[in-house]
């Protein structure tokens, strides 16, 4: 079986607060002083695919694909020392904040790519969403550009007999599915899917994997719309909202005078709710 | 002529973000001077669909059977054919942000020749185009989208949106019967995690514990508490990750996204993915033993002090005001 994996390269999400600026020019946020990282839906990703091929008895081949800038040859590196088989970087001409329809597009012609060359994929992971944009439109515009059926949200992918068993998490639980390929699937994390840490020797040996590069030409696109990045949506305006509440922090000469007031002010918002 | 859809899981019934989801589409409606449709994937319960058609000009229900259990291949080819079913003419359908939404939304965009987006507080048109603003970068930034191309797609977070009026007459109800494909992804069970009391997203009060209580005995403390006033119990990522309560406890980023009247933070600092899921509370309260912790800035009310010394306190009185 073959399996794709879709990463994202995004700033470091846990930069904090004080230390996040935005560039207004851009639209964007300032990368600063901040790492660039794998998302992390991506790495669930990543790890779920392994643990699929650990299930399966080894005869997977996993693929590790991205969109992206030179710098995101980092996150396929990372993605082979955690024992991805092979990589492929599509390298990003134009726009630095592609819209999902710009990325859906190019994502899917790069797939149609390697399966010309290796064989179709059974499946396909995308993170559920992105740690920077948090949009989550790629894995839904991909399986249509693909035309391949879709669930969103699984946690783990099971070998079952010609067909692969899909878990889900949904508002109200788990769902299970049965899918046959090819099918694409969005991964959320779960307790079981954390990345696991490369070995020092994996790492080591990620440098000999292939890691083949293409530029949108390769893939035969070069229209003006996927350079401009944004044929569905583009950001009008970005801002760091301003602290708008002022808290009212109860006072007191002792605990319970002040224990008091919060008593007293949460009891009306209960009794305003009826 | 130019209407706004909103699209709900006829399992799901005229809940607090199918009004939400209908109350945005109403006023999205009005600005533009077109009606508001109800697609309806699925047969409904009929008081809901009652109710659906009090709220818009028209509904029209894919009333097959099949639809009634949701398969997602299903439901996409079920929206599509509804949005024709109902003319077609939509700037915009909104849906709701459950999770069935959340996944049909970006796939009907694309069906439809439209735009899609996620997760919307607000929404408005600009000409042509529709404007969604949302959260970004985890909650620390707000951006504004702008959609280019009709439909609109949109889930929205759809509690924060007041529920449409009722209208003078009742909207026209259409049953249609829908051609689906048998589906290449078959969901084929279902196991409902246990859950004492009403969902963590319909709740009208919550009580919320982190890091800072150190382990999971303490909300047993916050359980007496919470019970005092009617409240479910939440968690930070902190506390659910620990392992000291279940993850679907969880609020925030990658959690639930919760719009209480009441949302009480007990020793939790108020990190931007968590501030992310609890910013459509109405009212927000917080105890905590940092005075410059992020949820100072996020809460109506406080009090800077140890939880320990609080809770205990804080739950005798509200017991002795509830007597």
């Not at chain 2, 607090?16 to 508001?36: F, P």
């Amino acid at each position: 079986m073959r399996v794709l994996v879709c990463l994202k390269q995004i700033l470091d999400p846990d930069v904090p607060a004080r230390d996040f600026q935005i560039d207004p020019d851009a639209r964007a946020a300032r990368r600063g002083g901040a790492n660039l990282v794998t998302n992390i839906f991506c790495e669930n990703a990543v790890e779920t695919a392994l643990q699929f091929r650990e299930a399966a008895g080894g005869d997977v081949k996993i693929t590790a694909l991205c969109y992206g800038e030179s710098s995101a040859e980092d996150c396929l590196r990372k993605a082979m020392a955690m024992t991805v088989d092979e990589a492929c970087l599509v390298e990003r001409d134009g726009n630095t904040n592609p819209d999902a329809a710009a990325v859906g597009r190019v994502l899917a012609a790069a797939i149609r790519r390697l399966e010309q060359d290796g064989g179709a994929f059974d499946a396909v992971l995308v993170g559920r969403e992105s740690g920077d944009w948090g949009v989550g439109q790629t894995g839904g515009v991909l399986a249509e550009e693909l035309g391949r059926p879709a669930l969103g949200f699984v946690e783990s992918l099971q070998p079952g007999n010609g067909s692969v068993t899909l878990r889900r998490q949904t508002d109200v639980g788990i769902e299970v599915a049965e899918a046959e390929p090819p099918f694409l699937v969005t991964i959320t994390n779960n307790e079981d899917n954390v990345p696991r840490i490369p070995k020092t020797r994996d790492v080591m040996m990620s440098y000999r994997k292939p890691l083949q590069k293409l530029s949108l030409a390769d893939l035969e696109l070069d229209s003006e719309e996927i350079r401009a990045g944004s044929s569905i949506f583009e950001v009008e305006e970005i801002f760091i909202p301003a602290d708008e509440v002022e808290c009212e922090l109860a006072e007191g000469d002792t605990l319970e005078e002040r224990v008091d007031q919060l008593a007293t002010r949460i009891h009306e918002v209960v009794a305003s709710i009826g | 002529m130019a209407n706004v859809a909103v699209c709900v899981l006829g399992s799901l019934g005229y809940d607090r973000a199918a009004q939400g989801a209908a109350g945005a589409g109403r006023a999205l409606a009005e600005s533009v001077g077109g009606e508001l449709h109800a697609l309806v994937i699925g047969p409904a319960e009929d008081n809901a669909v009652a109710a659906l058609a009090s709220v818009a000009d028209r509904v029209v229900v894919g009333a097959n059977e099949a639809l009634r259990d949701y398969q997602p291949e299903q439901a996409l080819q079920a929206a599509e054919q509804l949005h024709a079913a109902g003319g077609g003419d939509y700037v915009a359908v909104l849906l709701s942000n459950d999770t069935y939404s959340q996944e049909i939304a970006p796939r009907l965009a694309h069906r439809l020749g439209g735009s899609s987006m996620a997760d919307a507080a607000a929404i408005r048109m600009d000409g042509d185009h529709l404007l969604a603003q949302r959260t970004a970068y985890g909650g620390k930034a707000i951006s504004i989208y702008r959609l280019k191309k009709q439909p609109a797609v949109v889930w929205l977070r759809a509690r924060g949106f007041e529920p449409a009026p009722e209208q003078p007459s009742a909207g026209e109800v259409t049953p249609v019967d829908l051609a689906l494909d048998a589906p290449r992804i078959r969901i084929t069970g279902r196991e409902v995690a246990e859950q004492e009391g009403v969902r963590l997203e319909d709740a009208q009060i919550i009580v919320s514990g982190g890091r800072g209580l150190g382990g999971p005995e303490p909300f047993q403390e916050l359980k007496k508490l919470a019970d005092s006033i009617g409240a479910e119990q939440g968690a930070s990522r902190a506390a659910c990750d620990a392992g000291w309560v279940p993850p679907n406890w969880q609020v925030g980023q990658t959690g639930k996204k919760v719009a209480p009247e009441l949302y009480i933070a007990i020793a939790i600092s108020g990190a931007s993915q968590h501030l992310l899921g609890m910013g459509d509370s109405k009212v927000v309260a917080a105890i905590n033993t940092d005075a410059d912790a992020p949820i100072f800035k996020h809460c109506s009310f406080g009090i800077v002090e140890d939880y320990k010394a609080v809770v205990p306190l804080l739950t005798e009185k509200l017991q002795a005001i509830a007597r």
